[in-house]
């Protein structure tokens, strides 16, 4: 879900800026500022995958019925939320790459995502774990 909210805030950060007749150009400067924030939000991406494959891994390889865990390793260590923050990276990338009102784009992303997927997310998983999601809850941030 984090990715279609990111798709539908794009479009219409795009729209916006498109609208008005702007056509951005990206100086070095701005480039520099652009692919930092881009790199950072495709590596967490990436990161978020790679973790919550090997989960699926080890989750289809044991013969557990209570297969499903909770993943707290790699970038979840450090962020409750990495595909909604790779996400929010790369919405800000394009808002700097468009600049000016785009800039409101990743805010109202942040905002959408936690209101329509994070909130509900976090209810299902103190539901399905119970403590251990609320130690986790505790050591690790939503965002950073």
């Known amino acids: 879900m984090p990715f279609a909210i990111a798709l539908i805030v794009a479009l219409g950060m795009v729209g916006l800026v498109s609208g008005w007749g702007y056509r951005p150009t990206l100086s070095a400067w701005r480039g520099a500022d652009v692919a930092a924030l881009a790199g950072l939000g495709i590596a967490s991406v990436g990161f978020a995958w790679q973790n919550l494959r090997k989960a699926r891994r080890m989750a289809a390889s044991s013969s557990s019925p209570a297969a ?6 790699g970038v979840f260590s450090s962020t409750r939320n ?63």
Request: aromatic share 18%.
């Open 82 to 144: 990495p595909v909604s923050l790779g996400c929010f990276f790369l919405l800000a990338s394009l808002a700097r790459f468009l600049g000016t009102w785009a800039l409101l784009g990743p805010v109202a992303y942040a905002v959408l995502v936690y209101w329509v997927h994070i909130r509900p997310e976090e209810r299902r998983l103190a539901e399905r774990y119970g403590s251990a999601y609320l130690a986790y809850k505790q050591r690790v941030r939503r965002w950073v």
């Open 68 to 73: 499903g865990f909770l993943i707290t390793e």
